[in-house]
Nanobody, 118 residues
């Protein structure tokens, strides 16, 4: 059974920081590209950041220079360090695992809420 479990969300003031974690089980973590997506109220889910199994990274323009994605394959965990948070970063953040070769094979976590507000 595949599970992706996010943690680290919460309420933070503008300009603050949070670190999200996503722990995976039931998959060979190292052969999956890992990503963070978010969904704000009334909006579609959007890509925030991805990291390939070769550690290449890509970010949404809105978070470049503020967010950093990283992974620890030994711990089956992917992280999202979020700095200089803005109210527009508010939403549910989801972890995604996508197979390196079989691109249609992907899994989602249940999401963790991030709220940026004063």
């Amino acid at each position: 059974q595949v599970q992706l479990v996010e943690s680290g969300g919460g309420l933070v003031q503008p300009g603050g920081s949070l670190r999200l974690s996503c722990a995976g089980s039931g998959i060979i973590f190292s052969i999956y590209d890992m990503g963070w997506f978010r969904q704000a109220p009334g909006k579609q889910r959007e890509l925030v950041a991805i990291i390939t199994n070769g550690d290449s990274t890509n970010y949404a323009d809105s978070v470049k220079g503020r967010f950093t994605i990283s992974r620890d394959n030994a711990k089956n965990t992917v992280y999202l360090q979020m700095n200089s948070l803005e109210p527009e970063d508010t939403g549910i953040y989801y972890c995604n695992a996508r197979h390196r070769f079989y691109r249609g094979l992907q899994y989602w976590g249940q999401g963790t809420q991030v709220t940026v507000s004063s």
